[in-house]
């Protein structure tokens, strides 16, 4: 029985732990296309640098975050897409509108781990049989 236990807990663990796995991946590998869908959300236009002095701005962001930039005495807010030779711009405007959306993500993403954390908390454990033998009183 306490075999049983044992394997069952252990195949469980590893299930668990692929599933972390995968979703770490899978978040690594779309946090790039998440922070473009907010930014098209919020009014970006994607536009590819067709001047020289545009293309000599885009090289030197950062990746994967937003920055201010100023460009003939306007101040935009530029994403680069480095791999697709683009990049998200946006107005002051679209950039409060695009910090507001990445608020409400995290906001929801933190309620649905915290609705996952409640989930599994509340499993009734009691319903496997419970520890049997093995509770408190079955060290003795």
């Not at 946090?31 to 930014?39: C, D, G, R, S, V």
């Amino acid at each position: 029985m306490v075999f049983l236990m044992m394997k069952f807990m252990f195949k469980s663990l590893r299930w668990l732990g692929l599933v972390v796995l995968l979703a770490l991946a899978v978040g690594c590998a779309s946090n790039m296309q998440n922070k473009e869908n907010l930014a098209v959300a919020a009014g970006f236009k994607a536009i590819t640098p067709s001047r020289p002095d545009q293309q000599a701005i885009l090289a030197k962001l950062p990746p994967d975050k937003v920055t201010p930039v100023r460009y003939h005495g306007k101040l935009y807010y530029v994403l680069p897409d480095l791999q697709n030779n683009q990049a998200y711009v946006g107005g002051p405007r679209q950039y409060q509108a695009y910090q507001q959306l990445r608020l409400q993500q995290n906001i929801s993403n933190q309620n649905l781990m915290a609705a996952q954390m409640n989930e599994s908390a509340s499993m009734n454990w009691g319903a496997w049989g419970g520890w049997g033998a093995w509770g408190p009183m079955g060290w003795y």
